[in-house]
């Protein structure tokens, strides 16, 4: 059995009870030069009282009682954090706990209180002199207890980004894109403290524009993004906002700090009186820093957090924007912990931050958070461990119990945020908490991409109810994310369900990269957008009698295919009314099915990968023992999973589980959460395509394409898609693919658009330049799963044009040749596309009516690849992609 945590800690609940005084009392009215800490003569602060436990401690070292101080209800404003370190620790014996006074309910807040303010024409205004100093800034604004928003463009949707650029440094990040003219306005007042708002597919980047060119259209950042890669670029079609715009302040609800002038205005909602309304602004960026060093041993241990509020927290946009990889990882927590062991919150709060809720960072050992409401948070709720930038030597996090908690309302400002985020941190128990409202993954185990060592392992994931997640806002994330070797680590009895991402990636159970020795077992998973169950890559995770139901878009997937044996997939449930039952990869080994049951409640044939009946399925040894059977669940359409006496499911030794005990199984003394307004609008829908033109002359040399994904091997340097001036059907410049064997995949290098064609007529054309060796390759394709293709030409190395299995004529190499091609995703005309093909000094040689996939009707990927294993190069110039002229 695995130590949680000291029992004289965790029995140190009620420590205030009839029989038994306080040894230290504060109150907000109190004073802490007369005060004595008694009831009739309290201090007035924690950093007074901090000193009278000290110097108890000091008075009775072998005390073998609970030194306790109870803070009387009311708000306590910090001015500074309120820090503890070693010497503020108790004992096994004589644990400090600091909790309220039995029935009150005291806050601990660094937000400070506005006052002074003056109507004018119904709008409030005060000035705020340390703002104008340059002193104080904030970025959120609460009046009785709600969040107020600053005034955003567009006032409902999204604004997308027009045209990916280069950055303005050779070989950095992105920073600075197109955009359609009027969205952005060189003329706003305080142009420097406009955000925008870029969102990419699994984080959101904010960024101070420097310069706007209206006429141009391009707007330019004060900093990058955090990478220069396809999942943190300024692409094309991408969604933007833009926040804090002063001339857009005319909503009630609404306010703008000017901090030229430190003028604050608010427009009140109806009902709101300056003389009465709390309002307060954020100060400190954290409230509670618990400082040990592990290093050294010398822990902060033994102190125990009862029923006590945490309250306002500020974050401040720095000048050169803020960019984070994944998970907000960057940011910390309002409450911070490092170097504790023995550390207790049971009953406690935290609302209304701009970051993270608690934060257990490095060497944090044996601590208990349990019964507490962390809510309205900024990013994520609870921070377990390190990530990148952990030392080799630095001491582990671990054996922390996360129990009976309400972890709610995240990603308001970072939409990245996590319920419950455990890094490179091991032997930690996460059960029966709510966890419910966050835009990206409701929790995140493991920190590793691959399959190097790590210490995040025997977490314990267990009886969490787990939804709403996602909403539309992020994509590539789930009800719970893992990430690398997790030996020991189980997903056991948890409820997922409602996961929606933007793009790809709203799965149930997501087991990212390196994901190994994990077992789920008895979840229930559904209303999911891309499946109950997903596996990058990893290595012998099992997956067992779970009931994986309703995802919109397949309902299991996998993505790459290893040698080894990657996952097993037993005894499990899969319900669906729409999709497919597996997509993704599935053309080889390397996973393990046996005795799933299968069913689409429509009754529709189940067809596995490659159109597959179940038994043809398993004549290629896949699913031993499996059924498509009804599995008899009493009312599944509305999340009644109960199974019928007789359910063929139990036949195939599926075990039922309880459908109830997920979540919080405490009553809290808190109000139900009231629901927030969204912090990001809803998914728009799909933008109208922009054209496609890229002649390559605006790109330096040696770029990649900008609005295009472009894939390279890295291990393979020679092998590259860049621009080059070596040669061009027009101007200077062109791209060229140059291929190299010994490359992992046999298509790259290869780059392609994404169009977002659903209806119509479209051209595309290009000129292409073959050097030989290699095999040019392009494709139309839509978005389905797996995808359906449109028109599709290939030339072997030695210049043969070929559409299938069709040959229709050899052309050049070392000469420019064009391309062009008509193809319709109207009704009645699919299957079939047209091609010209004109050499250089040549005649044009048309062909029409070649054939494709009539079912394929979107036009979602325009993609060039090299294809096989050999040296060789082509030459592209001159790309379009445009509806068709009638």
């Given at each position: 059995?695995?130590?949680?945590?000291?029992?004289?800690?965790?029995?140190?609940?009620?420590?205030?009870?009839?029989?038994?005084?306080?040894?230290?009392?504060?109150?907000?009215?109190?004073?802490?030069?007369?005060?004595?800490?008694?009831?009739?003569?309290?201090?007035?602060?924690?950093?007074?009282?901090?000193?009278?436990?000290?110097?108890?401690?000091?008075?009775?070292?072998?005390?073998?009682?609970?030194?306790?101080?109870?803070?009387?209800?009311?708000?306590?404003?910090?001015?500074?954090?309120?820090?503890?370190?070693?010497?503020?620790?108790?004992?096994?014996?004589?644990?400090?706990?600091?909790?309220?006074?039995?029935?009150?309910?005291?806050?601990?807040?660094?937000?400070?209180?506005?006052?002074?303010?003056?109507?004018?024409?119904?709008?409030?205004?005060?000035?705020?002199?340390?703002?104008?100093?340059?002193?104080?800034?904030?970025?959120?604004?609460?009046?009785?207890?709600?969040?107020?928003?600053?005034?955003?463009?567009?006032?409902?949707?999204?604004?997308?980004?027009?045209k990916e650029l280069p950055p303005s440094r050779?070989?950095?990040?992105?920073?600075?894109?197109?955009?359609?003219?009027?969205?952005?306005?060189?003329?706003?007042?305080?142009?420097?403290?406009?955000?925008?708002?870029?969102?990419?597919?699994?984080?959101?980047?904010?960024?101070?524009?420097?310069?706007?060119?209206?006429?141009?259209?391009?707007?330019?950042?004060?900093?990058?993004?955090?990478?220069?890669?396809?999942?943190?670029?300024?692409?094309?079609?991408?969604?933007?906002?833009?926040?804090?715009?002063?001339?857009?302040?005319?909503?009630?609800?609404?306010?703008?700090?000017?901090?030229?002038?430190?003028?604050?205005?608010?427009?009140?909602?109806?009902?709101?009186?300056?003389?009465?309304?709390?309002?307060?602004?954020?100060?400190?960026?954290?409230?509670?820093?618990?400082?040990?060093?592990?290093?050294?041993?010398?822990?902060?241990?033994?102190?125990?957090?009862?029923?006590?509020?945490?309250?306002?927290?500020?974050?401040?946009?720095?000048?050169?924007?803020?960019?984070?990889?994944?998970?907000?990882?960057?940011?910390?927590?309002?409450?911070?912990?490092?170097?504790?062991?023995?550390?207790?919150?049971?009953?406690?709060?935290?609302?209304?931050?701009?970051?993270?809720?608690?934060d257990l960072s490095e060497g944090c050992q044996?601590?208990?958070?349990?019964?507490?409401?962390?809510?309205?948070?900024?990013?994520?709720?609870?921070?377990?461990?390190?990530?990148?930038?952990?030392?080799?030597?630095?001491?582990?996090?671990?054996?922390?119990?996360?129990?009976?908690?309400?972890?709610?309302?995240?990603?308001?400002?970072?939409?990245?945020?996590?319920?419950?985020?455990?890094?490179?941190?091991?032997?930690?128990?996460?059960?029966?908490?709510?966890?419910?409202?966050?835009?990206?993954?409701?929790?995140?185990?493991?920190?590793?991409?691959?399959?190097?060592?790590?210490?995040?392992?025997?977490?314990?994931?267990?009886?969490?109810?787990?939804?709403?997640?996602?909403?539309?806002?992020?994509?590539?994330?789930?009800?719970?994310?893992?990430?690398?070797?997790?030996?020991?680590?189980?997903?056991?009895?948890?409820?997922?369900?409602?996961?929606?991402?933007?793009?790809?990636?709203?799965?149930?159970?997501?087991?990212?990269?390196?994901?190994?020795?994990?077992?789920?077992?008895?979840?229930?998973?559904?209303?999911?957008?891309?499946?109950?169950?997903?596996?990058?890559?990893?290595?012998?995770?099992?997956?067992?009698?779970?009931?994986?139901?309703?995802?919109?878009?397949?309902?299991?997937?996998?993505?790459?295919?290893?040698?080894?044996?990657?996952?097993?997939?037993?005894?499990?449930?899969?319900?669906?009314?729409?999709?497919?039952?597996?997509?993704?990869?599935?053309?080889?080994?390397?996973?393990?099915?046996?005795?799933?049951?299968?069913?689409?409640?429509?009754?529709?044939?189940?067809?596995?990968?490659?159109?597959?009946?179940?038994?043809?399925?398993?004549?290629?040894?896949?699913?031993?023992?499996?059924?498509?059977?009804?599995?008899?669940?009493?009312?599944?359409?509305?999340?009644?999973?109960?199974?019928?006496?007789?359910?063929?499911?139990?036949?195939?030794?599926?075990?039922?589980?309880?459908?109830?005990?997920?979540?919080?199984?405490?009553?809290?003394?808190?109000?139900?959460?009231?629901?927030?307004?969204?912090?990001?609008?809803?998914?728009?829908?799909?933008?109208?395509?922009?054209?496609?033109?890229?002649?390559?002359?605006?790109?330096?040399?040696?770029?990649?394409?900008?609005?295009?994904?472009?894939?390279?091997?890295?291990?393979?340097?020679?092998?590259?898609?860049?621009?080059?001036?070596?040669?061009?059907?027009?101007?200077?410049?062109?791209?060229?693919?140059?291929?190299?064997?010994?490359?992992?995949?046999?298509?790259?290098?290869?780059?392609?658009?994404?169009?977002?064609?659903?209806?119509?007529?479209?051209?595309?054309?290009?000129?292409?330049?073959?050097?030989?060796?290699?095999?040019?390759?392009?494709?139309?394709?839509?978005?389905?799963?797996?995808?359906?293709?449109?028109?599709?030409?290939?030339?072997?190395?030695?210049?043969?044009?070929?559409?299938?299995?069709?040959?229709?004529?050899?052309?050049?190499?070392?000469?420019?040749?064009?391309f062009a091609f008509q193809w319709s995703m109207?009704?009645?005309?699919?299957?079939?596309?047209?091609?010209?093909?004109?050499?250089?000094?040549?005649?044009?040689?048309?062909?029409?009516?070649?054939?494709?996939?009539?079912?394929?009707?979107?036009?979602?990927?325009?993609?060039?690849?090299?294809?096989?294993?050999?040296?060789?190069?082509?030459?592209?110039?001159?790309?379009?992609?445009?509806?068709?002229?009638?």
């Amino acid at each position: 059995m695995r130590k949680i945590v000291s029992g004289s800690l965790l029995t140190a609940a009620g420590v205030l009870t009839p029989g038994r005084a306080a040894d230290i009392i504060i109150a907000p009215d109190g004073n802490d030069t007369t005060g004595r800490g008694t009831p009739d003569a309290p201090y007035a602060t924690l950093v007074r009282a901090g000193e009278a436990v000290r110097t108890l401690l000091h008075r009775e070292p072998g005390r073998e009682s609970p030194v306790t101080v109870a803070l009387r209800g009311g708000t306590y404003v910090l001015a500074a954090p309120w820090r503890l370190g070693p010497e503020d620790s108790g004992t096994a014996r004589a644990p400090v706990v600091w909790t309220a006074w039995p029935g009150e309910k005291p806050r601990i807040s660094g937000g400070r209180r506005i006052s002074g303010w003056q109507v004018r024409d119904g709008r409030w205004e005060v000035h705020l002199p340390e703002v104008a100093r340059g002193e104080w800034s904030f970025c959120q604004l609460f009046v009785n207890g709600e969040c107020r928003q600053r005034p955003r463009l567009p006032r409902e949707g999204y604004y997308h980004i027009q045209k990916e650029l280069p950055p303005s440094r050779t070989g950095g990040a992105p920073d600075r894109f197109g955009f359609r003219v009027g969205d952005l306005d060189p003329g706003w007042r305080n142009l420097a403290d406009v955000e925008v708002l870029c969102f990419h597919y699994w984080g959101m980047s904010r960024l101070r524009p420097a310069t706007v060119d209206p006429e141009a259209g391009v707007v330019s950042f004060t900093g990058p993004t955090c990478a220069n890669s396809w999942w943190a670029g300024l692409r094309r079609g991408h969604r933007f906002l833009v926040e804090n715009v002063r001339e857009a302040l005319d909503r009630p609800g609404e306010w703008y700090l000017d901090r030229a002038s430190g003028l604050l205005t608010y427009l009140p909602l109806p009902g709101e009186d300056p003389a009465t309304a709390e309002v307060v602004a954020p100060r400190l960026e954290r409230l509670l820093d618990i400082r040990g060093d592990a290093k050294l041993g010398t822990w902060v241990s033994h102190i125990r957090f009862e029923g006590l509020a945490f309250a306002h927290t500020n974050w401040v946009l720095p000048e050169a924007g803020y960019s984070c990889a994944q998970a907000e990882s960057a940011l910390r927590g309002a409450v911070f912990a490092s170097g504790v062991r023995d550390l207790a919150f049971h009953g406690c709060s935290i609302r209304q931050v701009a970051t993270y809720g608690l934060d257990l960072s490095e060497g944090c050992q044996y601590v208990h958070i349990e019964d507490c409401d962390i809510r309205h948070i900024g990013a994520g709720g609870i921070r377990v461990g390190e990530g990148w930038g952990r030392g080799a030597d630095s001491p582990e996090t671990g054996h922390v119990t996360i129990r009976n908690n309400t972890i709610a309302q995240g990603g308001r400002l970072h939409p990245a945020g996590i319920g419950v985020w455990i890094g490179l941190s091991g032997h930690n128990l996460i059960e029966h908490n709510d966890i419910f409202d966050f835009y990206y993954s409701g929790l995140s185990v493991g920190w590793t991409w691959g399959y190097q060592p790590t210490p995040a392992s025997h977490n314990i994931i267990r009886h969490n109810h787990v939804h709403t997640i996602g909403q539309g806002v992020l994509s590539d994330m789930g009800g719970i994310y893992t990430l690398g070797l997790s030996p020991g680590t189980r997903i056991e009895h948890n409820c997922f369900h409602d996961i929606d991402s933007f793009d790809y990636g709203g799965w149930g159970i997501y087991f990212d990269e390196g994901s190994t020795g994990i077992v789920a077992e008895n979840n229930l998973v559904y209303r999911t957008k891309t499946g109950g169950f997903h596996q990058h890559y990893g290595r012998e995770n099992v997956v067992r009698n779970n009931i994986l139901a309703f995802a919109r878009i397949g309902q299991i997937q996998r993505t790459r295919q290893e040698e080894h044996l990657m996952f097993t997939l037993e005894r499990n449930l899969v319900l669906w009314d729409r999709g497919s039952v597996m997509h993704g990869n599935w053309a080889a080994g390397g996973f393990a099915l046996h005795r799933n049951l299968y069913w689409h409640t429509g009754g529709e044939p189940v067809r596995f990968p490659g159109g597959l009946t179940l038994e043809e399925w398993q004549a290629k040894g896949h699913d031993e023992g499996s059924m498509v059977a009804d599995p008899g669940f009493a009312d599944p359409a509305a999340g009644d999973f109960r199974l019928a006496p007789d359910s063929p499911a139990l036949a195939l030794g599926f075990q039922p589980f309880r459908l109830d005990g997920f979540g919080r199984q405490t009553p809290t003394d808190a109000a139900e959460p009231q629901p927030l307004p969204r912090a990001f609008p809803p998914p728009p829908p799909p933008p109208p395509p922009s054209p496609i033109r890229e002649d390559f002359e605006l790109l330096p040399v040696g770029e990649k394409c900008f609005g295009a994904e472009t894939h390279e091997d890295a291990n393979v340097k020679e092998a590259t898609a860049r621009v080059t001036d070596e040669r061009a059907a027009g101007g200077r410049h062109s791209l060229k693919l140059v291929d190299r064997p010994g490359q992992k995949h046999p298509w790259d290098p290869h780059l392609y658009f994404r169009p977002g064609y659903t209806a119509g007529r479209v051209t595309g054309s290009f000129d292409a330049c073959f050097e030989g060796g290699t095999q040019f390759f392009h494709e139309w394709r839509d978005a389905n799963a797996p995808y359906r293709v449109g028109p599709s030409v290939r030339v072997r190395p030695d210049g043969l044009l070929v559409s299938g299995e069709r040959e229709l004529a050899r052309l050049p190499l070392h000469a420019w040749v064009h391309f062009a091609f008509q193809w319709s995703m109207e009704p009645g005309e699919g299957g079939r596309f047209r091609l010209d093909v004109t050499p250089a000094g040549a005649e044009t040689i048309t062909f029409t009516d070649l054939p494709c996939n009539p079912e394929c009707r979107a036009l979602h990927w325009f993609g060039f690849c090299c294809e096989g294993d050999a040296a060789g190069a082509f030459h592209l110039d001159n790309i379009r992609l445009e509806p068709q002229q009638k």
